[in-house]
């Protein structure tokens, strides 16, 4: 029962505190809510495009190109070899035909123009689609299968798919990279805002010492504060949060960003939200840990 | 009985002042001490190792059975929850009422509402005060709020009440009001140690004396000793 009373008088104390020292307390909300709402734009970007990314990596496919008027045991043996990759997820072979009829299905241009070709006059190649384990690889894993005998070319999207992968991982390290020195500063804005507290009540804090409290409770008061301000500062980012991606996730993005495959919001925004809060605490409570321990030497 | 003794005890600030050296001294439970000389005579910074604001250079302080100049700086509130201090400037929390100046030293400790409010209004009527609860500090007269800051020292019953120049700022007659609510605590079994440049106060109370100067206590004067002294 003492110990919930102790507890209680805190945390009545530490929320006075944040709107006695109104201004400050503001400055220190505020700026935990700009650098969230920052944190939160940067893990919604940073999810989706790994998101999008593994989505990406599940579609690449290498296009093997087979030789012109290539025999059964030659097809065979191609078959094979790919078989034996190390790299290998799965593989389907397509013959000329059958790509000329998916063509057909395709568009009507296609359809007529083809109606025209017969079995030797289509300029269609026999191909293997290989889909492979990692992507990081396929360029190797590709070279591996042009060296086979039969194989004429292969193609992947060379060059593009290794830029949009290097995209993705710049995108990534710089959201993580703004969002730490972020967090840096509010923490030390925070830790400003409890220095002055502290000062503010010195006198307070002097007789709290007189009349025999110990040093956790003259301590937790100012701690709980920061802790506070963290939870305050994280309610607006949280609400754009959540608001926000249920907006955007019926926007159609695919009109802008086609390739943009975004998460769905449930539960993925209250991950994002109770990351925020976490954050919010964690700032808050360091903040103010870190001008408690440096300012009040009792 | 004895329930503080000081042997050998010397304090010398980081500054090379030597403020306190070859203090021995011995006062018993129950006594109203008195601790007079001149400014930088040592009686502040006795009194503040009594209450250990200070470390003692070296020697011994036993304060209730508790060797106070080994006491760790994280643990100094066990001696300070076992005696109250009254100083020259008050200070009270001026944006609290009374009540909740004298409430303060009890809630910090958790103590349920019905038990705090119990013993604040005990305090309050034993310092005259119990009708002004709801004032603000700035309410009131310097003799009040000395009153006030003595009702937050007693309110946990400490076994030693250590008063730093209380009448400082008071005018005669205020200073006489205090000194019979001191009385009254000690008579309650109290023992006080009071600082004070006010040797008229000191004759006209016939308590023991402790004279102090350059560091050392001078003279030690018995009850009633002091009252024909004419330093």
Redesign the interface.
Known sequence: ??????IG?NIRDSFKSVFRNFALSLASVSSITITLIVVAISLVLTYNVNHTAEIMADNIEIVVFLEKGITEEGIASVDEQILSLENLETHIYKSKSEIAEEYMGESEVFAAIMATWDEEENPLQDTFIVKVSDTNLISDTADEITEIEGVVAVNYGKGMVEQLLGFFEIIKNGSILAVGALILVTAFLISNTIKITIFSRR??I??????????I?IKIPFILEGLFLGIIGAIIPIGLTIYGYYRLYDFDLSAIMPILELVPPTPFVYLISGILLAIGVGVGTFGSWRAVRKHLK? | MSLIKLTKVKKVYKSGVVAVQELNLTINKGEFVFVIGSTGCGKSTLIKML?REEKPTSGSIVLGGIEVSKLR??K???I???IG?VFQDF?L?ERATVYENVA??L??????KGEIHHRVIKSLELVGLKNRSKNYPNQLAGGEQQRVAIA?AII?GPKLLICDEPTGNLDEDTSKEILSVLEEINKLGTTIVMVTHDRDIVRRMNKRVILMDAGRVLKDYKEGEFANESI
């Open positions: 029962m003492k110990a919930f009373r102790i008088r006198k307070e002097d007789i709290m010492r007189l009349v025999g409290a110990s040093n409770n009792i | 209450y700086n994280s100094v509130f066990k300070r929850r076992k201090v200070k929390l303060f030293a809630e910090i400790f958790g103590l349920p937050r946990n």
